[in-house]
């Protein structure tokens, strides 16, 4: 959060930006997942709550989870949303960024951006007064995360004492999930090919802040070592959105760390399988996994249009 005052109302968060988890703090984080469960558990108690309030979407690269979710999250809680898809707006080739954050914040009460580029949302947020969310960039997705743990505490309160585990790309998601787990003091392994790692600055932000909440982040190449006596076994694409030219070479350098059935069956017998989803099926997951009862991907898709009524909620609530 970047922008207004810091509230002393802890969900509050009123008129200030999301665009990386690290912008919360531990404490406006279970706010939100607090919010999220009371919406998703009352949702007419909220159904007038941003009445006449209206939500500009950016999408300079597909989505059907994040348009899908912000359309219906918005329209649930009284507000209308327009909504600019993949070359409509062109930054800095049609208009500049500049001008397009100038123009929207007369329109708009709110700006959620995906992207290539964190610069972008950072700059876009620095012109505008709006406040302004990151709908994914190529270094995050903390909307996904925010959905991912509220998923997971839904599960088992006790997360914090379980072992949840990454296995895959060293993307986006990840960096937004390790930064959620220093931030609550989870204990997350993540578990990648040579090369392929997370950034070296987000791990070390997010140990330092595990360090402080009693979590751990531990990176590894071993995904068996990962999985074992795990209780989440999370994964993503091997090629994220933007990334199409290196398919082949990832598809190489990936080859062991597959969530199939194997994996699994290593992790702990009550073990949850998570995935932001879009799935490559029979790539980074198998059809028997994601399809398995151990599944909880369409869990976490629910649980996007509840968090972003909490996150939309609190940016935006007077
Ligand atoms: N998980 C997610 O953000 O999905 P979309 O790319 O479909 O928005
Ligand atoms: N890492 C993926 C996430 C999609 C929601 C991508 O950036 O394409």
């Given at each position: 959060?970047?922008?207004?005052?810091?509230?002393?109302?802890?969900?509050?968060?009123?008129?200030?930006?999301?665009?990386?988890?690290?912008?919360?703090?531990?404490?406006?984080?279970?706010?939100?997942?607090?919010?999220?469960?009371?919406?998703?558990?009352?949702?007419?108690?909220?159904?007038?709550?941003?009445?006449?309030?209206?939500?500009?979407?950016?999408?300079?690269?597909?989505?059907?989870?994040?348009?899908?979710?912000?359309?219906?999250?918005?329209?649930?809680?009284?507000?209308?949303?327009?909504?600019?898809?993949?070359?409509?707006?062109?930054?800095?080739?049609?208009?500049?960024?500049?001008?397009?954050?100038?123009?929207?914040?007369?329109?708009?009460?709110?700006?959620?951006?995906?992207?290539?580029?964190?610069?972008?949302?950072?700059?876009?947020?620095?012109?505008?007064?709006?406040?302004?969310?990151?709908?994914?960039?190529?270094?995050?997705?903390?909307?996904?995360?925010?959905?991912?743990?509220?998923?997971?505490?839904?599960?088992?309160?006790?997360?914090k004492?379980?072992?949840l585990?990454?296995?895959?790309?060293?993307?986006?998601?990840?960096?937004?999930?390790?930064?959620m787990a220093g931030k609550l003091g989870a204990t997350l392994?993540?578990?990648?090919?040579?090369?392929?790692?997370?950034?070296?600055?987000?791990?070390?932000?997010a140990r330092?802040l595990a360090e402080e909440s009693g979590g751990s982040i531990?990176?590894?190449?071993?995904?068996?070592?990962?999985?074992?006596?795990?209780?989440?076994?999370?994964?993503?694409?091997?090629?994220?959105?933007?990334?199409?030219?290196?398919?082949?070479?990832?598809?190489?350098?990936?080859?062991?760390?597959?969530?199939?059935?194997?994996?699994?069956?290593?992790?702990?017998?009550?073990?949850?399988?998570?995935?932001?989803?879009?799935?490559?099926?029979?790539?980074?997951?198998?059809?028997?996994?994601?399809?398995?009862?151990?599944?909880?991907?369409?869990?976490?898709?629910?649980?996007?249009?509840?968090?972003?009524?909490?996150?939309?909620?609190?940016?935006?609530?007077?």
């Amino acid at each position: 959060m970047t922008k207004g005052k810091q509230s002393t109302s802890a969900v509050s968060l009123r008129g200030r930006d999301f665009l990386s988890v690290d912008d919360l703090t531990k404490l406006e984080i279970n706010s939100l997942l607090d919010l999220a469960e009371e919406i998703k558990l009352h949702p007419k108690k909220f159904s007038a709550a941003l009445k006449g309030k209206i939500l500009a979407l950016i999408f300079e690269k597909p989505s059907l989870r994040t348009r899908t979710s912000f359309t219906v999250a918005i329209d649930q809680l009284g507000g209308n949303c327009v909504d600019f898809p993949p070359g409509d707006l062109g930054f800095g080739r049609h208009e500049s960024l500049y001008d397009v954050a100038k123009n929207l914040e007369r329109m708009v009460d709110a700006v959620m951006i995906r992207t290539f580029a964190q610069e972008t949302v950072v700059s876009f947020a620095n012109f505008a007064s709006i406040p302004v969310i990151n709908g994914l960039t190529d270094h995050e997705h903390p909307c996904q995360a925010i959905a991912d743990f509220l998923t997971i505490r839904e599960h088992n309160k006790n997360f914090k004492q379980l072992k949840l585990t990454y296995v895959g790309d060293g993307n986006n998601v990840s960096h937004s999930l390790m930064l959620m787990a220093g931030k609550l003091g989870a204990t997350l392994h993540v578990a990648t090919p040579e090369h392929y790692e997370p950034n070296s600055d987000v791990v070390t932000r997010a140990r330092a802040l595990a360090e402080e909440s009693g979590g751990s982040i531990v990176i590894t190449h071993d995904p068996a070592e990962a999985a074992r006596d795990a209780y989440v076994i999370y994964t993503d694409t091997w090629t994220s959105m933007g990334q199409e030219g290196e398919a082949q070479s990832r598809h190489e350098a990936f080859k062991g760390f597959q969530v199939n059935r194997e994996l699994l069956s290593k992790a702990r017998p009550d073990a949850m399988f998570m995935h932001c989803l879009p799935a490559h099926r029979g790539e980074e997951v198998t059809n028997d996994v994601i399809d398995s009862p151990q599944s909880v991907v369409f869990e976490e898709a629910e649980n996007r249009v509840h968090v972003q009524k909490a996150i939309l909620y609190a940016l935006l609530k007077s």
